[in-house]
């Protein structure tokens, strides 16, 4: 669905007038085309640890134009702040006020991502001070503008600013590929992964299934996957046929009609990739359904149906996953959650449980999937332009669009592109996670 506002306040007379009434000024974002750079202007990297010093020459290795002290009044593509040394809140001001001028220099659609560490088994006082790199960043994104955004890498203690994830997550963050992800952390757990030979090919070889596939974000999920060089296998329920094979031809896969709560749904899927391809790589748990009621009137239908498809059936199915033979190879599951699951929604209980849910299984299914090498993480959308947000009543939508620090909804492919970076190789060392393509529309989560 096109945002109207948007386009009409984003040049020209109606970017004038919405500065005069005071209306929100949402910008257009950059988003991921192939060949595109992955980003424009230069980037300041601020630090003095060894870190730092080394992130720096991978970026250099990147082709991009890195600077490690700031040029007054240069325009600045991006700002990389590695704060990966800190022990004591007092080691947070030097970086952090060292780098706050360049911030008047940031690009539109520029970028700023901090590099710091988990507080795990840290002192209180390192502790304290790597707690407070998240309500820093978190507050910093939602003083952005022009669609700049914030995010954060998080690195386990044994891993470095330069392991696989850690640049993979990188290279995401500075790239179109998360236009409308904001205010987030990803956290690096192992030195897992490897970085693609092909950046704009990095599922090459893959064989992934998509659930739920025959539209709206399962279909960009497909579409994007494919893009991206897997070979996709849609599933969807019978009666979505005819949507789901015109999906499968787009993307040159196959099609499986299939309920994914039927009990044998998980061997159905294993066989078809297995037949058809040979192997299977990637699974997307994007199948689900809304029931919608206030919980003082929902009733047994309602509620059991939505929790059947969104949540028991990905747990049936990852059962008979982790039990197959054919997914072993450092595999990869991706589901797809909401921010419904994370603050509530008024009258979605069953669908909040559902989605609470689906975070709590990719949490307790991490350390099942270590062992072979594989992940699973979850992606939590906020507000997205789809059919279903096409149909909220005007006044209730336009308001939705603009709680966020984007100030406008999200699209299919930006939950897309986050679900592929999350099935590449590059996040091999991201497991358990769960990263919100919400535009940071959560006060204080």
């Not at 704060?83 to 080691?91: G, I, M, Q, V, W």
């Not at 709206?216 to 579409?223: D, E, F, N, P, S």
């Not at 066989?271 to 699974?283: E, F, M, N, Q």
Request: aromatic fraction near 2%; charged fraction near 20%; hydrophobic fraction near 45%.
């Amino acid at each position: 669905m096109t945002d109207t506002y948007t386009r009409l306040v984003s040049k020209g007379l109606g970017r004038d007038v919405a500065k005069k009434l005071g209306l929100p000024q949402p910008a257009v974002l950059r988003r991921y085309e192939p060949g595109q750079p992955l980003i424009s202007g230069p980037v300041l990297v601020e630090g003095s640890s060894p870190g730092a010093d080394a992130l720096a020459a991978q970026l250099l290795e990147w082709d991009l134009d890195v600077r490690r002290h700031a040029v007054p009044k240069e325009r600045l593509g991006a700002i990389v702040l590695v704060l990966d040394d800190l022990e004591s809140p007092a080691d947070l001001e030097q970086p952090v006020l060292t780098a706050a001028p360049s911030l008047r220099d940031l690009a539109p659609n520029g970028r700023v991502v901090t590099v710091s560490r988990a507080s795990d088994g840290a002192t209180p006082a390192a502790a304290a001070v790597r707690q407070g790199v998240d309500g820093l960043l978190r507050s910093l994104a939602k003083e952005l503008r022009a669609g700049a955004t914030g995010n954060g890498i998080v690195l386990a203690e044994d891993v470095s600013a330069t392991s696989p994830a850690a640049l993979g997550a990188l290279s995401f963050f500075l790239s179109g590929r998360s236009a409308f992800v904001d205010g987030q952390f990803v956290r690096i757990g192992s030195t897992a992964g490897r970085l693609p030979a092909d950046a704009d090919k990095p599922l090459a070889g893959k064989v992934a299934v998509v659930t739920g596939a025959a539209r709206g974000i399962g279909a960009a999920i497909a579409r994007t996957l494919h893009r991206d060089g897997a070979t996709v296998v849609v599933v969807d329920i019978p009666t979505a046929g005819d949507h789901l094979a015109d999906v499968a031809n787009e993307v040159r896969g196959t099609a499986l009609q299939l309920d994914v709560s039927r009990d044998d749904a998980g061997q159905r899927i294993i066989d078809h990739a297995v037949g058809r391809h040979g192997h299977l790589d990637i699974v997307v748990h994007n199948a689900g359904i809304t029931r919608d009621k206030l919980l003082v009137n929902m009733d047994h239908g309602r509620w059991s149906s939505v929790i059947g498809v969104n949540i028991a059936a990905q747990l049936r199915i990852n059962e008979e996953l982790l039990a197959s033979e054919h997914f072993r190879s450092a595999p990869r599951i991706v589901s797809v959650a909401s921010t419904s699951g994370i603050a509530g929604n008024r009258g979605q209980t069953n669908y909040a449980a559902s989605k609470g849910g689906v975070i709590g299984m990719v949490r307790a299914t991490a350390p099942l999937l270590a062992e072979r090498g594989g992940s699973i993480n979850a992606v939590a959308p906020g507000f997205i332009e789809t059919e279903m947000t096409a149909r909220i009543p005007f006044a209730t939508r336009e308001v939705a669009r603009r709680l966020n620090s984007l100030q406008q909804g999200g699209r299919p492919e930006d939950v897309a592109e986050a679900i592929a970076f999350l099935a590449s190789d590059a996040a091999g060392g991201i497991s358990g996670e769960v990263l919100r393509v919400c535009g940071q529309n959560l006060v204080g989560a």
